[in-house]
């Protein structure tokens, strides 16, 4: 019978798993001040045979190039694979997208130049995350002991679906959260290592991103709510006896959280819905402003995005349509 130990780094979980002959490490864990310490004195003087990153966010892979470094190969799911590789806003063409979509929603003049000054100031923050010195300060230092660093790094082997990456783990995709999303699931145990797709308490909210590069689409942004949620219903059609979750404590009702993280997404657009037919023909920013009047200045990433997703979805389902940049509700 495999065993879990879990490792708490901060805001984060890893979790090393082992089956008597192996050990695989669930996320890299992310790069703070202090962080290799805790991982070399909790899993002791055994490395693993290999570190699987749910994905390439930089607290789940941000310790990558130091595994590597070690001799451990990192994996990596393939559309995740440009999330390492450099820093986030690096390419310029990347950059010039994100403030295209700042322009795009409807933003009134000062807020739309304050996003993104913003997206320069973040671009700058990454690129000190990667390359400078020391841990560059990210004004959340409270969910880790210092900022978080995120060194560049190419994983040694990538992963699509059903491959096994040792002890008993196979590889799931589950897109939307990234790209390149997965969670790892032992069949025999009946467990779930969910990363940041399922979470006890919270429903991760959706971002504003890219898809991978070479995806083939002439639309650069991925769909990330819409995806996350048919993550969900993929993963609501199996039986998990535990799920270890890349944030707050492992759990025992994984079924009965998955469809509350469902029925919280499909009432959210229901709301959605409703604000769109009250407001008849709204930009996204206007919509925004309509259902988070007091917080959507302050929050306008997490508001835009998460509105945004809802919208997607509804779109996808056939109730709402875009016409010159405004939203409508069909029929």
């Known amino acids: 019978m495999a065993s879990v130990q879990h490792i708490r780094l901060g805001y984060n979980n890893v979790y090393a798993v082992d089956d008597g002959g192996g050990r695989v490490l669930v996320d890299t864990g992310p790069d703070y001040l202090g962080a290799r310490d805790v991982l070399r004195a909790g899993l002791g003087e055994r490395l693993p045979d290999a570190v699987v ?120 995709p589950c897109p939307g959260h990234t790209p390149g999303n997965l969670v790892l699931i032992s069949e025999a145990e009946g467990w779930l290592f969910s990363g940041d797709q399922l979470l006890p308490e919270i429903t991760p909210t959706p971002a504003i991103q890219g898809r991978a590069p070479g995806h083939g689409s002439g639309d650069w942004r991925l769909r990330s709510l819409s995806e996350f949620y048919r993550s969900l219903q993929q993963l609501n059609r199996s039986t998990f006896s535990r799920c270890f979750p890349g944030h707050g404590e492992p759990f025992d009702d994984v079924g009965a959280v998955i469809e509350a993280n469902i029925a919280q997404i499909e009432q959210r657009s229901e709301r959605v819905a409703e604000q769109l037919s009250a407001l008849g023909s709204p930009t996204l920013y206007g919509l925004c402003e309509a259902l988070y009047p007091r917080a959507l200045r302050r929050r306008f990433w997490q508001i835009v995005a998460t509105v945004q997703g809802h919208c997607d979805l509804l779109e996808a389902e056939g109730r709402v349509r875009v016409v010159d940049g405004r939203y409508e509700v069909v029929g």
């Open 53 to 172: 990153a749910t994905h390439g966010h930089l607290d789940h892979a941000g310790l990558g190039a130091f595994w590597q470094l070690l001799g451990v190969p990192v994996v990596l799911g393939a559309e995740d694979v440009h999330l390492a590789a450099a820093p986030q806003l690096a390419a310029p063409e990347e950059f010039e997208a994100f403030v295209a979509y700042v322009r795009s929603v409807g933003a009134p003049p000062d807020v739309r130049d304050e996003v993104i000054a913003g997206l320069s100031v973040r671009r700058s923050w990454a690129q000190r995350a990667a390359h400078g010195e020391g841990y560059p300060s990210m004004g959340r230092e409270h969910r880790w002991p210092s900022g978080l660093r995120y060194q560049p790094f190419t994983p040694r082997r990538v992963v699509q679906s059903g491959d096994a990456v040792g002890c008993g783990l196979r590889v799931l």
